[in-house]
């Protein structure tokens, strides 16, 4: 059974960091592309970053030079770090797996969401 | 970029109605949108992909049309457990992946 779980969210002040989680199991996380969505408070979903089965990169605008997706094969997890944190970056983080070829742009499985909030 | 627009923003209908959501995308995506539901508190959960194909497990009342620029997921018969927000998803020019705004949907 494909299983997501993130972990790492906190409240934490503007400019900080922190670094997200993303456990899979029923799967290996090098085998789909791996994406981050976020969703502040009452809001709607926003794509935040990829990575490739290959392990190249891709980064929404408004967080591109901010943030870095990685991936851990030996612990089968996904990760975001997050740099120079705003307050528009609260929100509820999502880990969420690419379908199978040619729909690797589709959601398959979501975890179960892990909040950052920035605040001072 | 592509933005995605859908309609209604919110709806109220009845047990046992058929519903119907649009999508409309400001440039042709062919047939790469996708559509997911999202019940208050939970993940979002897809429910179609390639415009009409039918996840697995998803309910046959749940189905979606369109191609080009509109779409359209169609509720057959309301359920009370389909109260949730509905988000569609252009994929058609990866990396790059945009959500609509969203649609709530309430029962009467």
């Known amino acids: 059974e494909v299983q997501l779980v993130e972990s790492g969210g906190d409240l934490i002040q503007p400019g900080g960091s922190l670094r997200l989680s993303c456990a899979a199991s029923?799967?290996?996380?090098?085998?789909?592309?791996m994406s981050w969505v976020r969703q502040a408070p009452g809001k709607g979903l926003e794509w935040v970053s990829v990575?490739?089965?290959?392990?190249?990169?891709y980064y929404a605008g408004s967080v591109k030079g901010r943030f870095t997706i990685s991936r851990d094969n030996s612990k089968n997890t996904l990760y975001l770090q997050m740099n120079s944190l705003r307050a528009d970056d609260t929100a509820v983080y999502y880990c969420?797996?690419?379908?199978?070829?040619?729909?690797?742009?589709?959601?398959?499985?979501w975890g179960q969401g892990t909040l950052v909030t920035v605040s001072s | 970029d592509i933005q995605m627009t859908q309609s209604p923003s919110s709806l109220s209908a009845s047990v046992g109605d058929r519903v119907t959501i649009t999508c409309r995308a400001s440039?042709?995506?062919?047939?790469?949108l996708a559509w997911y539901q999202q019940k208050p508190g939970k993940a979002p959960k897809l429910l179609i992909y390639?415009?009409?194909t039918l996840q697995s497990g998803v309910p046959s009342r749940f189905s979606g049309s369109g191609s080009g620029t509109d779409f359209t997921l169609t509720i057959s018969s309301l359920q009370p457990e389909d109260v949730a927000t509905y988000y569609c998803q252009k994929y058609n020019s990866a990396p790059s992946i945009t959500f609509g705004q969203g649609t709530r949907l309430e029962i009467k």
């Open positions: 390639a415009a009409s």
């Open positions: 029923g799967f290996t996380v090098n085998s789909n592309y």
């Open positions: 440039q042709d995506i062919s047939n790469y």
């Open positions: 990575i490739y089965r290959g392990g190249s990169t």
């Open positions: 969420a797996r690419g379908s199978e070829p040619p729909r690797t742009g589709v959601f398959d499985y």
